[in-house]
Every structure is written in structure tokens, then in C-alpha cells.
């Protein structure tokens, strides 16, 4: 296990208990599976970190780091389904762990949650999770290459005109809503920097599409 995982599995055992490391390092292990290049130990890192910083806007906040944890814990490009399936183990583990249950169905409908990111007015711990999913669309113009970088390398076995027109899709879907960050904090941080991203990777795909 890696220094950073060790970290993760550290902020796990402190949220679950030391009795929980087991299912912790199993978790934490899935993100270190060898076809992922951005959906890794570093993005959970990542958006922990991020959910710090959002904590005081969520009124649950052990259910969203849950949910952190669960959120991409499986990720295969060629299923459209991997936050069900992600949201399916999140339950069999906190089960497994005597979570409560209402807790368990918190964490469950939020791990769903992050396949559009559209949290609902009101979604206190919804909007928390998304916008830290979210913080890589608001880095630097190096981090937010990066991310670009990996997430096609994860999709490398797709043609490039493929790749092009579904990204474009994407990220489309994103831009066209009217706030991509719900919390006030990640709004002010993070919005217009993210929508500049967007457009601008959205215009490099546009002329190369043609």
C-alpha cells in the first residue's frame, strides 16, 4: 500500500473505527487498480481534502466523506453504471460495519448522486459532495491539462473521434448549467475559473472535431 493510501486508510479508521481498517484498505484498494489514471487514490485525496474545506455547508458530513470513500470505489469506462454498482457496495460495507441504516441510505442516494452532479435545492450534503467532485474543473490551467490528460488515458481505447464527440457531450452538459458549484464557498473559489476550463477545452475539441 502506497504513503497516500495509508493516509486514505487512516481518514477511513477515523470515520469507521479501527475495527473497520479491513474493509477500509479494500475500499481504498479498488482506486489503485492498474486501468485507472485519474479516477485514483489521488482524486479521493483530492476531493477528502475538498470536503474539508465545504464541511461546515453539509448537515451531515460523516455521510458525505462515507460517500467520498464509496463514490468511484468502482469505475470501469465501458459500463454506464459504475455509481449504482459503487453505491451497492458502499451499502453491503456500511451494512457489514452495523451502520445505521439511515446513514446507510444517505450514503447510498449520494454515491448516485455524482453520476450528473445536479444536487436539488436544499441537498445540504448533496452539494457538498458534488462540488468536491467537481474542484479539478477550478485548478490551474497545468492541473486542469493534467486532468484532461488522464481522464483520455483511461479512455484510451476509444477512437479519437469517439472520444472527441462524447467528451464534448460532457462537458457541454456541465457548462449549460447555471451553477456548477452549489456551495457559496466553492462558488466564489471555483466557478469562474471551472467555466473558463470548460470553454476552453470545449473550443480545442470543437476545431479539432471540425
Known amino acids: 500500500m502506497s504513503a497516500l493510501s495509508e493516509d486514505l486508510l487512516q481518514r477511513w479508521i477515523a470515520l469507521a473505527g479501527g475495527d473497520a481498517a479491513r474493509s477500509g484498505a479494500g475500499v481504498i484498494g479498488r482506486y489503485e487498480e492498474p486501468h485507472r489514471r485519474y479516477h485514483t487514490t489521488t482524486h479521493l485525496a483530492v476531493m477528502l481534502a475538498a470536503i474539508d474545506e465545504l464541511a461546515e455547508a453539509a448537515d451531515d458530513i460523516d455521510a458525505v466523506r462515507y460517500a467520498a470513500f464509496f463514490h468511484d470505489a468502482i469505475y470501469a469506462v465501458a459500463r454506464a453504471d459504475n455509481e449504482e454498482h459503487s453505491a451497492d ?83 457541454r452538459n456541465l457548462a449549460d448549467q447555471p451553477r456548477l458549484f452549489r456551495t457559496d464557498l466553492a462558488h466564489d473559489r471555483y466557478e469562474a475559473i471551472a467555466r473558463a476550463n470548460l470553454a476552453a477545452e470545449l473550443a480545442e475539441l470543437a476545431a479539432a472535431i471540425g
Open 89 to 171: 457496495l458502499g451499502r453491503d460495507v456500511l451494512e457489514s460495519l452495523g451502520a445505521p441504516p439511515e446513514l446507510v441510505d444517505e450514503v447510498v442516494r449520494l454515491v448516485v448522486l455524482t453520476r450528473g452532479h445536479k444536487p436539488q435545492p436544499g441537498d445540504a450534503n448533496g452539494a457538498v459532495l458534488c462540488d468536491a467532485d467537481l474542484v479539478v474543473l477550478g485548478g490551474t490551467a497545468e492541473e486542469y491539462a493534467a486532468y484532461t490528460v488522464a481522464i483520455r488515458a483511461e479512455y484510451a481505447h476509444v477512437p479519437d473521434d469517439l472520444f472527441r464527440a462524447g467528451r464534448a457531450s460532457v462537458l
